[in-house]
């Protein structure tokens, strides 16, 4: 029903910038959550920052001030914007959305919750 393709992953050095994009396509919705997502190796996966209809916005403790989410609705792209970024961050970013309802603040940890994913896009930051 709802298709979701990650880009702009790559490798940057830290304190470096990385500004990551999710294409949708599909299904339309007027009430939607989405969010990003990460998981680096040996680890679970996690939430980063989630976004609505509605743009309320929250994000995990690890990158707020440094990221913002963000999104174009006339694109149907969401965005996470990226900066100081530290060797910590590198992992596998995913976005991910929850169609017919808007986000609850609980929902970063909550993966469960989204029901489309993206492929995902590596994101390596080298000290």
């Known amino acids: 029903q709802v298709q979701l393709v990650e880009s702009g992953g790559g490798s940057v050095q830290s304190g470096g910038s990385l500004r990551l994009s999710c294409a949708a396509s599909g299904a339309t919705y007027r009430r939607y959550c989405l969010g990003w997502f990460r998981q680096a190796p040996g680890e679970e996966r996690e939430g980063v920052a989630i976004i609505d209809s509605d743009s309320f916005t929250s994000y995990a403790d690890s990158v707020k001030g440094r990221f913002t989410i963000s999104q174009d609705r006339a694109k149907n792209t969401l965005y996470l914007q990226m900066s100081s970024l530290k060797p910590e961050d590198t992992a596998i970013y995913y976005c991910?959305?929850?169609?017919?309802?808007?986000?609850?603040?609980?929902?970063?940890?909550?993966?469960?919750?989204?029901?489309?994913w993206g492929q995902g896009t590596q994101v390596t930051v080298s000290s």
């Open positions: 991910a959305a929850k169609m017919g309802s808007y986000c609850s603040a609980s929902w970063t940890t909550a993966i469960n919750i989204f029901p489309y």
